[in-house]
Structure formats: structure tokens, C-alpha cells
């Protein structure tokens, strides 16, 4: 039995697993501070604060 | 210079690193700063690790080419497990101190240790099929290992099913400090029953591994610890800043970088 197709699978479900989860936050600060700038921005257009 | 100054304590300067880290902004501010070296330091010794765990390293004289699967397998075992270890500690000073960044350390622990875990049984897996003729045994060790990922995802689960994110940690923390009598049990479970999966192979004596073959596999140790900081404080500094949107600092780091001394020269996009 060739073991090549389990080793490759054990490490590219790794790494998919692990730049997944290293990936997940860093996208979601980004869509975060867009949603806060925007935030900021109808607060400077508009009346009202966001404090 | 003033003598009342002179005779006052100093303070002990670790006591003081804690305290600093207790504030907000300045946690937000010195993890920006370390993040980006970590990662760095986790793809330097990742490359290193896997060039000579898959390339240089002979192959094992009874498991073939599948001992290489070793390279991930146990350095993602070890950290599913240290994870857990120091997401009880954090949870054990949030509940006693109620130290929030504690809170937000321990909750960010989380994802990371459930995802080492998944990686850990998967890759696990994938060794016993041509090791073992079996992909999944209910050895004590799987087993173990099995009931540290529904722990990690209990505690994720307990955390998100709140509105409140302080009642939430604090109860998630309670969690995983119940879980963490599972640890002892998946190391030694190996010595308590009579398992098909095999003894440690490294403890603090020694090894049994040739070093042409230990050397990669400590390599790649540490640079999970790397990736296990550097992912920690990227959700934790997320994690904080979604909880004080209505703070001024947060605002002033995200919103207007220019204006705050801590972020000024990262935060620009």
C-alpha cells in the first residue's frame, strides 16, 4: 500500500484547517473596522454620536 | 530628588507587566505590535520544520514513508492539549480576579485548541489506516483526545449561547476548568490501559528518536507555540475591540489611527 495518499491528506487537511483558523479573525477585524468607519462616517454626515 | 519617592516600594516589575496587561488599549496596542513577528517566527520554523521532516528525515524502518505524518500529528496533540491546560488557567484567574483579559484570552484559546484537536484526530487517522489497518479504534488515547474536542466545543458553544459577553466567559470559563480533569486522563491513558496506541516516545529524560528524525519534530513543536500566539492575540485583540465599540479608544485606534499613538503606524489602510 502506498502511504503518499494519506500523508499528503494528513498534512493538506492540516493546513487547511490551520489557515482557516488563522485566517478567520483577520477577516473579521477588517469587516469590523469597515462597519465602524461607516459608523463614524453617517455619524460626522448625521446628528448624533456614537459614544 | 524628592526623598519621598526614593523610600517608596518598587514595584515588582512583573507585577507591573500584568497590570499593563490588564488595560485595554495597551494589550490592544503591544499585541498589534507582537502579531506580525510571531507569524513570522511560525512560517520560518514551519518551512525548516517540514523541509526536513518531509525531505531529509529517513524513513522509519517499521512504518515507512507514514511516520511522517508524526510531524504534525504530535505537535498538534501536544498543543490541543496545552491549549486546554492554559484556557483552564486563564478561566481559573477570570473567575477569581475577574481580570476581563483573562476572560478574552481563555475565550480566544478556544477555536485555536479545537482546531489543533480536529487536526490532531484527523491526522491521527490518516497515520492508523496504514499503520493500523483501522482508521478510528476506541482506544482510551482517541477517546480521550475525542472528548477533549467536544470540550473545546462546548466551551465555544456555552460562550456564543449568551448575549452578554462577560456572563458568557464566565460561564464557559467554569467549563473548560471542569474539562481539565480530562488532561491527565488523555496522557495517561496510554499507562492506565492496555491501548493500541503506542507510548510517549519523548519525555524530559530523553528520547528514543534518532535525532535526524526528533529534530524536525521539536522544530515544528515550536512553531505551533508561535502560531498558537500569534492566532491567540489576533482573536483576542477582535474579540476586544468588538466589546468596547462604544469606547473611545477603540474608536480612535480603528476609526482614526492618526489621532492614537498606538496604532498610527499599523492601522493605516
Known amino acids: 500500500m502506498s502511504h503518499a495518499p494519506f500523508i499528503w491528506s494528513a498534512y493538506g487537511i492540516t493546513a487547511i484547517i490551520l489557515l482557516w483558523t488563522a485566517i478567520s479573525p483577520v477577516l473579521r477585524l477588517s469587516r469590523f473596522k469597515r462597519d465602524l468607519r461607516q459608523l463614524a462616517d453617517q455619524e460626522q454626515s448625521g446628528p448624533g454620536t456614537i459614544t | 530628588m524628592n526623598r519621598k519617592q526614593d523610600?517608596?516600594?518598587?514595584?515588582?516589575?512583573?507585577?507591573?507587566?500584568?497590570?499593563?496587561?490588564?488595560?485595554?488599549?495597551?494589550?490592544?496596542?503591544?499585541?498589534?505590535?507582537?502579531?506580525?513577528?510571531?507569524?513570522?517566527?511560525?512560517?520560518?520554523?514551519?518551512?525548516?520544520?517540514?523541509?526536513?521532516?518531509?525531505?531529509?528525515?529517513?524513513?522509519?524502518?517499521?512504518?515507512?514513508?507514514?511516520?511522517?505524518?508524526m510531524y504534525i500529528h504530535v505537535p498538534a496533540a501536544w498543543m490541543s492539549m496545552m491549549i486546554y491546560g492554559l484556557m483552564a488557567v486563564m478561566g481559573f484567574i477570570a473567575l477569581v480576579w475577574r481580570i476581563r483579559i483573562a476572560?478574552?484570552?481563555?475565550?480566544?484559546?478556544?477555536?485555536?485548541?479545537?482546531?489543533?484537536?480536529?487536526?490532531?484526530?484527523?491526522?491521527?487517522?490518516?497515520?492508523?489506516?496504514?499503520?493500523?489497518?483501522?482508521?478510528?479504534?476506541?482506544?482510551?488515547?482517541?477517546?480521550?483526545?475525542?472528548?477533549?474536542?467536544?470540550?473545546?466545543?462546548?466551551?465555544?458553544?456555552?460562550?456564543?449561547?449568551?448575549?452578554?459577553?462577560?456572563?458568557a466567559a464566565r460561564a464557559a470559563c467554569l467549563l473548560a476548568l471542569v474539562g481539565a480533569v480530562n488532561l491527565p486522563i488523555i496522557h495517561y491513558s496510554v499507562q492506565w490501559w492496555n491501548t493500541l496506541h503506542q507510548g510517549s516516545s519523548i519525555s524530559v529524560t530523553g528520547s528514543s528518536i534518532h535525532p535526524s528524525m526528533l529534530w524536525p519534530l521539536l522544530i515544528m513543536a515550536l512553531a505551533t507555540k508561535f502560531y498558537y500566539a500569534a492566532n491567540l492575540l489576533s482573536r483576542a485583540r477582535l474579540m476586544l475591540a468588538q466589546q468596547d465599540l462604544r469606547k473611545g479608544w477603540i474608536q480612535k485606534a480603528l476609526v482614526k489611527p492618526a489621532d492614537n499613538p498606538l496604532e498610527g503606524h499599523s492601522e493605516n489602510e
Open chain 2, 7 to 69: 523610600n517608596k516600594p518598587r514595584k515588582n516589575a512583573l507585577i507591573l507587566f500584568f497590570h499593563k496587561m490588564g488595560s485595554p488599549p495597551w494589550f490592544y496596542g503591544l499585541s498589534g505590535k507582537l502579531v506580525p513577528w510571531l507569524w513570522a517566527a511560525f512560517v520560518v520554523l514551519a518551512m525548516c520544520g517540514l523541509y526536513l521532516g518531509l525531505f531529509r528525515a529517513p524513513p522509519d524502518y517499521l512504518q515507512g514513508e507514514s511516520f511522517r505524518i
Open chain 2, 103 to 167: 476572560e478574552i484570552l481563555a475565550m480566544s484559546s478556544a477555536p485555536v485548541g479545537a482546531a489543533f484537536t480536529l487536526a490532531a484526530l484527523i491526522s491521527g487517522a490518516l497515520w492508523g489506516r496504514p499503520t493500523w489497518g483501522a482508521y478510528w479504534v476506541w482506544d482510551a488515547r482517541l477517546t480521550s483526545e475525542l472528548v477533549l474536542l467536544f470540550l473545546y466545543l462546548g466551551v465555544l458553544g456555552l460562550y456564543n449561547a449568551f448575549d452578554e459577553p462577560r456572563k
